[in-house]
């Protein structure tokens, strides 16, 4: 039986007798030459075979077209002219899968890009960006590994809303309606008294009505939930997860960062520098000084003023302290200004905001009122409200967009490159 090596396995062998298998990524011939640049999950290399040893298959040779499969066993060469350096003198050739004349080219659209996004994802751009999700899932998880805390699992189907009633997706459940997943929260804060220290990573659903390049419909996002935390452990915590876990990262895949255009030294740079924390109040001073920029007091910040605001720093900074007419009915008031919220924003230095979180509150009258104000039935959130009724403890938690910060360590130009198969307002194909 042949054993294949992978496409980077051969380049690091460099010489001798290798098996590799994978897809065309290009190729061109002449009448006595074929190159076939072959790619694999790990790197491309040049292939290059003569008429002189194959006349007889020379007829199926010429029909390789990109992406066709193939089995190829030559020897491996030095050559600097070649895209990886290696070039491999094919001697024996199998074409397992033929390929049709493929649709995707170089100068397409975006939105074709899109629509063939079951094809596209085979670029060497998609594949680094999703090697470096998958590394960043990793990372995050060895995190809280070390961290000691547990993996929770809760249901995706909810039968009420909690981030909001407008950004719902309802689901037919039997004879009743119920609404896809806004967050794992509600139902993390019912494990608090079991395992205290917890996060998950999972499917989030938002009806979102806007067409931004950072907002999906479907998006995967990283949580936590963790008992005695005040806003300050939240906020230090939220800093320590992604400084880690994005060091992690850059660590592991330099070489898909590189690809990408982005310099790995300078994201770990950032990693390591300090992150500021201030207060939903002195974003406004900001905003009024630097920018001349006048927002009221009670708004949440828009995307223009999370621009502004980051555009003052070359690292991640949190806002804390939002006024708590503009938050959701979970998020306490803070007891020395209750007009305050105990929850945080983080916001990339691209203005976008990656991460979302809050101390919980622990006022059941004022958590009722401030669901009727939404139009909410508070009988509905009995189940959450018995949370508090029976040992409730301070606890504290956040989401990460994981989508919003891959684009943003990767320097993507639009969200929906960070995910496989995007849902938005207007894509859900294929
Ligand atoms: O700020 P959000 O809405 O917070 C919550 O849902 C909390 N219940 C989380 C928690 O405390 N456990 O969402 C958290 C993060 C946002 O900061 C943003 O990064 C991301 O989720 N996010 C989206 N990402 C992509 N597309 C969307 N439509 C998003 N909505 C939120
Ligand atoms: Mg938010």
């Given amino acids: 039986m042949t054993k294949f090596i992978s496409i980077q396995e051969a380049i690091k062998k460099g010489t001798g007798n290798v098996s590799i298998r994978g897809w065309t990524y290009r190729e061109r011939g002449s009448n006595n030459l074929k190159f076939v640049v072959l790619r694999d999950s790990s790197n491309i290399i040049q292939c290059v075979l003569k008429k002189e040893d194959f006349s007889k298959e020379w007829d199926e040779i010429d029909k390789i077209q990109v992406e066709s499969s193939l089995e190829l066993t030559g020897t491996l060469l030095k050559d600097p002219r070649a895209p990886t350096g290696y070039e491999l003198k094919v001697k024996d050739f199998k074409i397992i899968g033929a390929s049709d004349k493929y649709p995707i080219t170089k100068d397409q659209s975006y939105d074709f890009l899109l629509e063939k996004r079951h094809l596209s994802i085979r670029t060497r751009r998609l594949a680094a960006i999703f090697k470096i999700r998958s590394s960043f899932i990793q990372h995050r998880e060895q995190f809280f590994r070390e961290k000691n805390f547990y993996r929770f699992d809760t249901p995706i189907l909810q039968p009420t809303q909690s981030e909001g009633g407008s950004t719902v997706f309802e689901v037919k459940y039997y004879k009743d309606k119920m609404y896809l997943a806004q967050t794992w929260q509600l139902y993390a804060e019912a494990a608090i008294p079991s395992l205290e220290r917890i996060y998950n990573f999972g499917p989030t659903f938002r009806a979102e009505k806007s067409k931004t390049t950072n907002h999906l419909s479907e998006f995967w996002m990283a949580e936590m939930e963790a008992a005695w935390f005040d806003l300050k452990d939240l906020t230090e915590f939220g800093k320590e997860e992604l400084k880690y876990t994005i060091r992690k990262t850059v660590e592991e895949r330099r070489e898909e960062f590189k690809f990408l255009g982005q310099d790995p030294d300078k994201i770990i740079a950032m990693t390591k520098k300090e992150w500021p924390t201030i207060k939903y109040r002195e974003a406004l001073k900001m905003l009024k000084e630097k920018d001349n920029m006048d927002v009221p007091f009670g708004k949440d910040l828009r995307t223009i003023e999370e621009e502004k605001i980051t555009s003052h720093f070359d690292v991640p900074v949190v806002v804390t302290h939002y006024p708590v007419e503009a938050m959701g009915f979970y998020k306490p008031r803070d007891p020395e200004n209750t007009d305050e919220a105990l929850c945080f924003d983080m ?84």
């Fill in 347 to 430: 916001l990339a230095p691209n203005g976008v905001e990656i991460i979302g979180g809050s101390v919980r509150s622990m006022d059941v009258e004022d958590m009722e009122e401030r669901l009727k104000a939404e139009g909410e039935d508070p009988k509905n959130y009995e189940w959450y409200f018995d949370l508090r009724k029976y040992g409730g403890v301070p606890h504290a938690g956040y989401g990460i967009g994981t989508e919003r910060v891959i684009a943003w360590i990767c320097g993507l130009d639009n969200i929906k490159d960070a995910i496989a198969f995007p849902r938005t307002m207007t894509r859900y194909k294929p």
